[in-house]
């Protein structure tokens, strides 16, 4: 990427950010917008999508357009609006439907990621269940009529198994009796069975991890997979901190029973360095936190439409702990499912040299 794109991107993403935890500054972000031509304009919005923020993002950026006197902008921005609002309408009666059915099958399920970002919505429906493999393939395929979707190798070896619905844009991704990135969490997977807690969104009410939970599947995500932070990341997380719904203490204990606590620490303290940045004012973490984080916001940079932080050292000291931690404690299966991320790498890496493109291992 050329220093030209690089610096547009960061442009885009701090004019975004402004939308999103400075509406008082928002201004600075319309009136940058209003700069662009119609398929810049276009490339805006669909950032804001990327980072699940269309919602969060659009409607104080059309409250400044209306403010200035831009009505084209303020169009835009409510048509961008009224498609969201009917997407996640949409979503939210197939992604009852899809519950309700496995529900009724004996398999408990409890709606991971896709909820966290409200009132945004995410690019998929993601569920975990600890349900019988069998049941869910015959709901899916006979009740619902859904089609299996191809997977990375990753997302095979994870348990991870993922459906097209008829009817819903969005894909129905199930992670089944395990978590992370190649499945090495089983313990720490029952959690989100055991805690989860009932939560409306309008007229319907899903099952959801607590806020610790979501802690970690954010971190999961993120400090062990993609190795990268989106907007909607740090606002749910910036969310779940203001309204004093964690229990650090809690958090702690699962995280360092999981061999994940420096990641979770690392993902907390990121997030309230770019609030920090952009909003102004501390998240409160307790110290023992941001002394357990491995780097700050000052190590992450912009690549692509994402702030990102280099996988060597950073990503690859957090693959290293939580390796030594599983062989420490002997868990044989963990250490094994754990020790095939460097060669998945490998493979990742060689396809996207060879074929510029490693979605199929990554």
């Not at 709606?111 to 975990?128: A, R």
């Not at 309230?272 to 409160?284: F, I, N, P, T, W």
């Amino acid at each position: 990427m050329t220093m030209e794109n690089n610096s547009k991107a960061e442009v885009d993403l701090r004019a975004l950010s402004l939308l999103v935890f400075c509406p008082e500054r928002s201004v600075e972000a319309v009136h940058y917008v209003a700069g662009k031509g119609a398929s810049e304009r276009a490339d805006f919005f669909r950032l804001a999508d990327d980072h699940h923020v269309v919602i969060r993002a659009l409607q104080p950026f059309q409250q400044q357009a209306r403010a200035i006197g831009d009505a084209e902008l303020a169009d835009l921005a409510q048509t961008a609006l009224d498609r969201e609002h009917d997407r996640i309408a949409h979503a939210l009666a197939g992604l009852d439907r899809v519950c309700t059915e496995l529900h009724a099958a004996g398999c408990a399920v409890t709606v991971i990621k896709t909820l966290d970002h409200w009132p945004d919505f995410g690019s998929d429906l993601d569920l975990f269940t600890m349900g019988d493999e069998h049941r869910i393939v015959h709901v899916l395929k006979n009740i619902l009529g859904a089609r299996r979707c191809m997977l990375t190798l990753s997302d095979r070896i994870a348990h991870k198994r993922s459906y097209a619905v008829p009817g819903l844009s969005e894909q129905v991704e199930l992670h089944i009796n395990r978590l992370g990135h190649v499945g090495e969490h089983i313990e720490l997977a029952r959690r989100f069975i055991a805690r989860r807690q009932a939560v409306n969104f309008n007229q319907y009410t899903f099952q959801l991890p607590a806020p610790e939970e979501r802690v970690i599947a954010a971190t999961l995500q993120r400090m062990y997979r993609s190795l990268c932070l989106r907007l909607c990341d740090v606002c749910n997380t910036a969310g779940l901190i203001d309204r004093r719904m964690l229990d650090f203490g809690e958090l702690r204990g699962a995280a360092e029973e999981a061999g994940i606590w420096t990641g979770v620490a690392t993902y907390l303290t990121l997030v309230a360095g770019y609030v920090k940045k952009y909003r102004g004012d501390s998240l409160e973490l307790p110290e023992y936190v941001t002394e357990s984080a491995g780097f700050g916001v000052e190590r992450t940079f912009v690549r692509g439409k994402f702030f990102t932080f280099p996988a060597r050292p950073y990503g690859l000291s957090l693959y290293f702990r939580q390796l030594r931690h599983a062989a420490h404690r002997r868990d044989i299966p963990g250490t094994a499912r754990l020790s095939l991320v460097p060669p998945l790498a490998s493979i990742g890496a060689f396809a996207e040299v060879v074929i510029g493109n490693s979605d199929r291992v990554w």
